[in-house]
């Protein structure tokens, strides 16, 4: 993904990428934009809301975050109903069965919040206009901004 970022940004001259364990690296100036992809969910609870904080600490007044990430159903139908989706998707992809096995196990390193505890914790770190701009069953886009 990030060979992807840096060929579609090729020439721009503003944008750095850090490639690093986000949990523990140490932000040594502050951002405009925070992005994070299909990351943040494999942080348990007080790890994904001091994490949030530690964003909201590294970016510049009027800055975001955006997180894209999976979300824990806040029911146990609605994880069902989001486990199923997530099942039919994957199976009528073109993963072969060594690649669907490798899927599944993958999931077991899951930690998912739901998602209105993530828009707590980013409330409570201190961001502005909090929302999920999009959900898809458990896939969602998270934005916060620090206040200007």
Request: aromatic letters at 14%; hydrophobic letters at 40%; charged letters at 25%.
């Given at each position: 993904?990030?060979d992807?970022?840096r060929?579609?940004?090729?020439?721009s001259?503003?944008?750095?990428?850090?490639i690093d364990d986000?949990?523990?690296?140490?932000?040594?100036?502050?951002?405009?934009?925070?992005?994070?992809?299909?990351?943040?969910?494999?942080?348990?609870?007080?790890?994904?809301?001091?994490?949030?904080?530690?964003?909201?600490?590294?970016?510049k007044?009027?800055g975001?975050?955006?997180?894209a990430?999976?979300v824990?159903g806040?029911?146990?139908?609605?994880e069902?109903?989001?486990?199923?989706?997530w099942?039919?998707?994957?199976?009528?992809?073109p993963?072969?069965?060594?690649?669907?096995?490798q899927?599944?196990?993958?999931?077991?390193?899951?930690k998912m919040?739901?998602l209105?505890e993530?828009?707590?914790?980013?409330?409570?770190?201190?961001?502005?206009?909090?929302?999920?701009?999009y959900?898809?069953?458990?896939?969602?886009?998270?934005?916060?901004?620090?206040p200007a």
């Amino acid at each position: 993904m990030v060979d992807v970022a840096r060929q579609r940004f090729q020439g721009s001259s503003n944008i750095e990428y850090i490639i690093d364990d986000f949990a523990k690296y140490n932000f040594a100036r502050s951002f405009d934009l925070i992005v994070s992809s299909l990351a943040i969910h494999h942080l348990n609870g007080p790890e994904k809301a001091a994490l949030y904080q530690k964003a909201f600490a590294s970016l510049k007044k009027g800055g975001c975050f955006i997180n894209a990430d999976q979300v824990l159903g806040s029911t146990e139908y609605l994880e069902f109903l989001y486990k199923e989706d997530w099942k039919r998707k994957i199976l009528m992809g073109p993963l072969s069965e060594d690649e669907l096995v490798q899927a599944y196990e993958r999931t077991k390193l899951d930690k998912m919040s739901t998602l209105n505890e993530q828009l707590d914790w980013l409330q409570k770190a201190g961001f502005s206009d909090v929302d999920c701009v999009y959900k898809n069953f458990n896939f969602v886009v998270l934005y916060a901004r620090k206040p200007a």
